[in-house]
Structure formats: C-alpha cells, structure tokens
C-alpha cells in the first residue's frame, strides 16, 4: 500500500462503492440496477454517490420486481453489458430463483460456451436484528449448491473492494454477498474489523482464494463474514488459555479454497467450521466433508460445527441471539476439542 493510502480505512459499503465506481469509469458496459439504488443510494449504501457520477441511465432505479430485473440484467448481460444487479435481501431470492438459477447461472452452458452472463447479484444477508425470517437468512449455501454461479462473501472492506471488482470483470454469474453487520451502516452496528486500509488505486482478490488471518499449530477455525470476526475473538481468548487457533477467511465459496482447509488442517489437526446459515446441507457441511473425504487421518478429535439451527429465525430478540453463532459458543467448542484425546494413535 502506498504512503497516500495511509488512514484511507474504509467501511465495507464505501469500499464497495468505489470498485464500482472505478469499474464504471473504466469500462462503459457496467451499469447498476435494483431498487432504491439511485437517489437513496441502496438501502445498505453500496450505490452512494454513483447517481451523481454517471447518471439516471447507468444508474437504474427499477420496479419492484426482482424477477424482472435480475432477468433484464440476464439480457444485458447475454448482449455484452456487465450489469451490476442489487437485490435487497438475499432472502428475496424466492420470487426471482428462475431468473438466477435457469437464466443467469445455466445461459453459458446451454449456449455452448457463445452466451456469456458477466452478472453481479449483489445482495445482503445475516441476522441479529430481530427482522425475523424476511430479512435475516444466511442462505449463501443455496447459491452455492448451483452449478454455474460463483459465491464470494468478504468479511472485510479492503476484501470488498478487490472481490467487488474480480466480480465485474468475471465472464460468470457471482454471486455478491455481504453481511449486514459489516456494511458500516450506523443503525445496523458494524462489526469494528470490518473497517480497514483501502487502497485509492484499482486492485482485484482473486475469487477462489481463502486467507489466513491468524496462524495457529492447535486447531483450525474456518469462517466467513461475521463469524470470521467472532472466531479472531474467540482465538485470542483461548490464547491466554495456551490454545494456540487458526483462523481461515474463506473469502469466497465457490470456487472453494479446499486446499488452504486441508493444509490448515493437516497442521493443527482439529477442525470447528463456524457459519450463519443453517446446519443442514451447509456451508460448514462441505468444509468437513473436504478435509474427511481427503485423509480422515489428519483429524486428531472429530471435526465440529456451529451454525444456524433448522429452525425458521424467529421474531424475538432473545430467541434470535440464542441461536446465532457466537464468541462463547466458539471458545466452548474448542475447549472441548482441545481437551480430547487424538482419535489416531
């Protein structure tokens, strides 16, 4: 990072804004689109300031109809634009999945590879508000399990920014998922690790590659978004219990970074993957079954989960809180693991 880039430490929404601000200006096929994006600047603020930069007709207040203009962004797309897609919610999916999962996600294969779809579905996702189960899913796995997207989930907006800009320039449907409470919206609460350094000059993250945010030799935490930050918490208290964790940022799940699971994991021989989506047919599931479908015997305690449960998030506050992942429940689950035996003499 350059001397000019010192104290330039940016929230996840402003990181976001200036990637795509930088893509516009650079390339003149890249527009936005989604509702309230324009003059409000996107409910999360993702799109703020770019009405001004470039105007009603690259930025596009739509209808609300997702269905309709995620599968007008399918057709730009199809006809060489790069358009950037905001759906509000990631848990409005629901009434546009045709559009992104028959549309978006299959265009290129079905074409033969002459049907290109550079899309980006930039929506927002995570609990902890008490905005029940309209407004507080995880479901990135849901997109993941389906051939032809790519997922990518910062945790961070230096990460923001470059994953933002691989996405736009990627010829493949990405999926753009950021969590709520690390967007850097007062009302919201934002997650203070979140905020960090950002480059002014263009820069890409690579999709498909998982960092390292803390070594460690005794066990292995993987996570992504919030969770990244609760695991970084949870391991500098078992620090001072003489837990030595690593932490791994998977950054994006599709491509996934199976080989950073397996290296960290054949080091310190345990394994917690900890995830806001639900437990079942899960992010979390696919982490363990890489690392036990590659060598079972680098496992020296089973491995362990902390997820969603398979319950529909409830209303209340208290209810809510209970089930979510968090630092408590991190630090208990790896105090335990510590404690047993190797499972291979």
Known sequence: MSTSDSGRR??????????????????????????????????????RGLLELFGPERIRDTPISETAFIGAGVGAAAEGMRPIVELMFIDF????????????????????????????????????YGDAGQH????????????????VVPSNA???KGLMISAIRDDNPVVF???????GMGWLGTEKGSIVEVPEASYTVPLG????????????????ALTVHQALEAADQLGKEGIDAEVIDLRSL?????????????????????????????????????????????????????AYP???????????????????????AVREMAARAPAHA
């Open 10 to 47: 940016f929230t996840v929404t402003r990181a976001v804004a200036e990637a795509i601000a930088q893509e516009m200006q650079r390339d003149p096929n890249v527009f936005v689109m989604g509702e309230d994006i324009a003059k409000l600047g996107g409910v999360f603020g993702n799109t």
């Open 93 to 128: 999916f629901g009434v546009c999945f045709d559009a992104i999962y028959n549309l978006a996600a299959k265009q290129s294969y079905f074409s033969g590879g002459q049907v290109k779809c550079p899309l980006v579905l930039m929506t927002y996702a995570g609990g902890g």
């Open 136 to 151: 507080s899913q995880c479901v990135w796995s849901s997109f993941a399990h389906m051939p032809g997207l790519k997922v």
């Open 158 to 160: 230096y990460d923001a």
């Open 177 to 183: 998922i950021g969590h709520k409470a690390l967007q």
């Open 209 to 224: 590659q998982a960092k390292t945010v803390r070594t460690g030799r005794d066990i292995t935490i993987v996570g992504l």
């Open 254 to 306: 599709v491509p996934l970074d199976r080989k950073a699971i397996i290296d960290s994991v054949r080091k310190t021989g345990r394994l917690l993957v900890v995830d806001e989506d639900y437990t079942s047919y899960s992010v979390s599931a696919e982490v363990i079954a890489t690392v036990v479908e590659h060598d079972v015997r680098m496992l020296k305690a089973a491995p362990r989960r902390i």
């Open 310 to 332: 398979d319950v529909v998030i409830p209303f209340s506050r208290p209810m809510e809180q209970f089930a979510l992942p968090n630092v408590e429940k991190i630090v208990t």
